[in-house]
């Protein structure tokens, strides 16, 4: 396991999981939201992106946490270990509100 991407809904625990998993096997981790989005909510081109993610595809080892549909089929040949969560929507939800609820105080902060 040197190539790791691992998907989901949206509030599944993806970000949680690559986290500690990422600390278990001492890999690199690659939010795929921190390379799609510039500041003020502004976000790269496909182009942009797919260059960004290219470059961190061809590193030997990394985990990637993230949802982009439209780049998974890119992801998929080049890692070597999928971890997919497929949670009820009633579940996801209840992630996403959760997360919310936590990170308020950054959020305001940051606004």
């Known amino acids: 396991m040197k190539r790791v991407i691992v998907i989901g809904g949206n509030g599944s625990g993806k970000t949680t999981f690559s986290v500690k998993l990422s600390e278990y096997l001492k890999l690199p981790l690659i939010h795929l939201d921190r390379i799609y989005w510039k500041e003020n909510w502004e976000h790269l081109s496909n ?32 890692c070597d270990t ?30």
């Open 82 to 111: 999928v971890f997919y969560f497929d949670f009820s929507s009633l579940a996801c939800l209840y992630g996403s509100i959760t997360r919310t609820i936590k990170n308020i105080g950054n959020i305001i902060m940051n606004y």
């Open 47 to 78: 182009e942009e992106f797919d260059n960004a993610l290219m470059s961190e595809l061809i590193k030997p080892e990394w985990i990637i946490d993230g949802n982009y549909k439209r780049t998974v089929e890119t992801r998929l040949k080049y």
